[in-house]
């Protein structure tokens, strides 16, 4: 019954991305519907649900943001950090917590020096409002993330339902995608990002969503695929968001989502006995070759340029000369107004409007490290001191988080490559700081997998 279940979420969920390309409109109703369900859900469960309630109302606003701003279902831009930060002052205001989230209270405070800077040095092409919007929702999001899932206790089969929660509705941007662009081969003319293959949207965010999606249907086709079944149909889902995934031609979420899988990987299998090791080995070689084939497709489709692209070489084949395209000058720039603004930043939002005038270049870096101590000073600094190191504190008291360095490294190289535009590294960056608690009829297997 569970299989048949899970079968029929998934194809309403194909079906939701069929309805979305058919009919635009639907895409605001999808939104609606997604609030008021998940409201629903939070106010109406049992108080001992309640956090997980919002953890998965969270992971599928997380799963749908980019679909939605590509269908343009969102009444705002930032809509879904907005809804994060809701649903998890929700679960703040309702669940009791044992633990302060100290560093966390004190990483929001250190934000708003900044916020009062770019209020005092705000100029005529300056919209204060739209600014700090734009550059503090993501910030503020993974602040708000934190506070509710500092220390936080999650049993390891609910984990797996947040997880799912994320790729559903990455079912449906696929879908989508393969309506909006069914041949990758007539779009594709060079080795640069392809918005066609997109959805007309930013390849850089589709990519990044669906590199997590990667990791998600990973996760299913290792652990919560017993039967040949289920790994049949994780295993289509796990190839075809691959497969698009890679035709964005955005290498960030692509190269991300492959250190995540490796990384859990060397940790589920490093944990387990001999007899499961033997089992992962073999269930490895299958995954290996549907990894293969999805790349050999993918080259296919894109007459051989994705190999280009990964290779940092143009449609001729000669190697691009700056591998960053253009980001290292981006972030250098940052770096020297952090250098001539050491103290407070130069403020929220201005770092863009300063290369602007500066410059005449009109460009983000994508960079939240640099981006954070440009506008924000040594201020910023501790506030990403303090974001780097208290997951790493946690972890050496508490090792029961078996998809902690997966999550870990999602939101450090996110961060590095598309900064905080999406509400995807903030509440991942949120997983890290849960306590995984493992049923008491599995002893042996949380000494396996609890480190």
Same mark, same amino acid.
């Given at each position: 019954?569970?299989?048949?279940?899970?079968?029929?979420?998934?194809?309403?969920?194909?079906?939701?991305?069929?309805?979305?390309?058919?009919?635009?409109?639907?895409?605001?109703?999808?939104?609606?519907?997604?609030?008021?369900?998940?409201?629903?859900?939070?106010?109406?469960?049992?108080?001992?649900?309640?956090?997980?309630?919002?953890?998965?109302?969270?992971?599928?606003?997380?799963?749908?943001?980019?679909?939605?701003?590509?269908?343009?279902?969102?009444?705002?831009?930032?809509?879904?950090?907005?809804?994060?930060?809701?649903?998890?002052?929700?679960?703040?205001?309702?669940?009791?917590?044992?633990?302060?989230?100290?560093?966390?209270?004190?990483?929001?405070?250190?934000?708003?020096?900044? @916020?009062?800077?770019?209020?005092?040095?705000?100029?005529?092409?300056?919209?204060?409002?739209?600014?700090?919007?734009?550059?503090?929702?993501?910030? @503020?999001?993974?602040?708000?993330?934190?506070?509710?899932?500092?220390?936080?206790? $999650?049993?390891?089969?609910?984990?797996?339902?947040?997880?799912?929660?994320?790729?559903?509705?990455?079912?449906?941007?696929?879908?989508?995608?393969?309506?909006?662009?069914?041949?990758?081969?007539?779009? $594709?003319?060079?080795?640069?990002?392809?918005?066609?293959?997109?959805?007309?949207?930013?390849?850089?965010?589709?990519?990044?969503?669906?590199?997590?999606?990667?990791?998600?249907?990973?996760?299913?086709?290792?652990?919560?695929? *017993?039967?040949?079944?289920?790994?049949?149909?994780?295993?289509?889902?796990?190839?075809?968001?691959?497969?698009? #995934?890679?035709?964005?031609?955005?290498?960030?979420?692509?190269?991300?989502?492959?250190?995540?899988?490796?990384?859990?990987?060397?940790?589920?299998?490093?944990?387990?006995?001999?007899?499961?090791?033997?089992?992962?080995?073999?269930?490895?070689?299958?995954?290996?070759?549907?990894?293969?084939? $999805?790349?050999?497709?993918?080259?296919?489709?894109?007459?051989?340029?994705?190999?280009?692209?990964?290779?940092?070489?143009?449609?001729?084949?000669?190697?691009?000369?700056?591998?960053?395209? #253009?980001?290292?000058?981006?972030?250098?720039?940052?770096?020297?107004?952090?250098?001539?603004?050491?103290?407070?930043?130069?403020?929220?939002?201005?770092?863009?409007?300063?290369?602007?005038?500066?410059? #005449?270049?009109?460009?983000?870096?994508?960079?939240?490290?640099?981006?954070?101590?440009?506008?924000?000073?040594?201020?910023?600094?501790?506030?990403?001191?303090?974001?780097?190191?208290? *997951?790493?504190?946690?972890?050496?008291?508490?090792?029961?988080?078996?998809?902690?360095?997966?999550?870990?490294?999602?939101?450090?190289?996110?961060?590095?490559?598309?900064?905080?535009?999406?509400?995807?590294?903030?509440?991942?960056?949120?997983?890290?700081?849960?306590?995984?608690?493992?049923?008491?009829?599995?002893?042996?297997?949380?000494?396996?997998?609890?480190?």
């Amino acid at each position: 019954m569970k299989n048949i279940n899970y079968l029929y979420t998934i194809i309403s969920h194909i079906l939701i991305g069929f309805a979305v390309y058919n009919l635009a409109v639907l895409s605001k109703v999808y939104l609606i519907s997604t609030v008021c369900y998940f409201t629903y859900k939070i106010l109406k469960a049992k108080q001992d649900q309640k956090s997980l309630q919002v953890l998965i109302a969270c992971g599928y606003v997380v799963g749908v943001e980019v679909f939605l701003r590509m269908t343009e279902g969102n009444f705002l831009y930032e809509t879904s950090k907005y809804l994060v930060i809701l649903f998890c002052l929700m679960g703040l205001f309702v669940i009791k917590k044992n633990k302060q989230p100290i560093p966390y209270i004190i990483y929001i405070f250190l934000l708003l020096p900044g @916020v009062l800077v770019a209020g005092f040095n705000i100029t005529e092409s300056t919209t204060i409002r739209t600014a700090i919007a734009f550059n503090l929702s993501g910030p @503020v999001c993974l602040g708000v993330v934190s506070l509710f899932c500092y220390k936080l206790r $999650i049993r390891y089969k609910d984990f797996h339902q947040v997880f799912l929660s994320i790729g559903l509705p990455l079912i449906s941007t696929a879908a989508y995608l393969l309506l909006y662009n069914p041949s990758v081969r007539e779009t $594709i003319s060079g080795t640069g990002s392809n918005f066609e293959a997109s959805g007309g949207f930013g390849p850089n965010q589709v990519a990044t969503v669906l590199g997590l999606g990667m990791f998600v249907f990973s996760l299913r086709f290792f652990m919560t695929s *017993p039967s040949i079944f289920l790994k049949v149909v994780n295993g289509v889902l796990l190839a075809v968001i691959s497969y698009r #995934g890679i035709v964005t031609f955005s290498r960030g979420g692509i190269i991300t989502a492959l250190f995540m899988i490796i990384v859990f990987i060397y940790f589920y299998y490093k944990k387990v006995n001999v007899k499961n090791k033997f089992r992962i080995g073999k269930i490895l070689l299958l995954f290996a070759g549907i990894g293969l084939s $999805i790349w050999l497709y993918s080259s296919l489709q894109t007459n051989g340029f994705i190999e280009k692209r990964y290779a940092n070489e143009d449609a001729l084949g000669r190697e691009k000369e700056d591998l960053s395209t #253009g980001r290292a000058k981006l972030i250098s720039f940052e770096l020297d107004e952090f250098l001539k603004n050491p103290i407070l930043g130069v403020g929220v939002g201005k770092i863009k409007e300063l290369r602007q005038q500066k410059e #005449g270049v009109e460009a983000a870096s994508h960079n939240e490290m640099s981006r954070i101590l440009s506008e924000h000073g040594l201020i910023g600094m501790v506030a990403l001191l303090i974001l780097l190191i208290t *997951p790493l504190l946690l972890r050496l008291k508490n090792k029961s988080n078996i998809f902690f360095y997966s999550c870990y490294i999602f939101w450090f190289l996110t961060i590095n490559h598309s900064s905080m535009r999406i509400a995807a590294p903030a509440f991942i960056y949120g997983l890290c700081l849960l306590n995984v608690n493992y049923d008491v009829k599995k002893k042996k297997k949380i000494k396996q997998i609890s480190q």
